[in-house]
């Protein structure tokens, strides 16, 4: 069994990932979706569990990578900031270069709103942001993944408590 943290836009307001991961335990991974603006050294020296993190629009001098791919069996991982592909716009090209890539799980962030459905038969999560959301309500956001021994995918969007 896996269980996956997704979370993404921190911007340098770290209190909250730091929160979350005293939250979720038994994290196997930890995915962040951009936007660390310098902080994630950091946030890997102090993580409960391996991380992979994709450079966001706002992270100007960071040597991260733009996008990542990697499988956590049996699915296959696209990880990408999003703002290349129009996310603002809605999930089709970044839907679209998922399947292009033979991925089944596509990861994104950018948006600060939180997003979990399953469109033709690929998975599209985007955690929303933990320090500045934008959804209604806007209760800072992340996501847990969950893939069984038999491989089946499931998640929750989880929210904070404001303080």
């Known amino acids: 069994m896996h269980k996956i943290l997704v979370v993404s836009d921190t911007h340098r307001k770290d209190e909250n990932f730091y929160r979350v991961i005293d939250i979720e335990k038994d994290v196997n991974l930890i995915i962040h979706c951009g936007d660390t603006e310098g902080s994630e050294t950091q946030m890997q020296q102090l993580s409960t569990a391996p991380m992979r993190i994709v450079k966001g629009n706002n992270d100007f001098f960071s040597n991260l990578p733009d996008e990542q791919e990697f499988e956590v069996w049996p699915h296959r991982f696209f990880v990408t900031h999003g703002h290349r592909y129009l996310v603002n716009m809605g999930s089709t090209d970044i839907r679209r270069e998922a399947l292009v890539r033979g991925a089944d799980v596509v990861i994104y962030g950018h948006t600060h709103k939180p997003v979990a459905a399953e469109i033709d038969g690929i998975y599209v999560f985007n955690p929303g942001s933990l320090s500045y959301p934008r959804q209604e309500g806007r209760k800072p ?8 021994d038999e491989g089946e995918l499931t998640y929750e969007i989880k929210y904070l408590e404001l303080f």
Not at 141 to 148: A, E, Q
């Open 141 to 148: 956001s992340y996501l847990i993944l969950t893939i069984d």
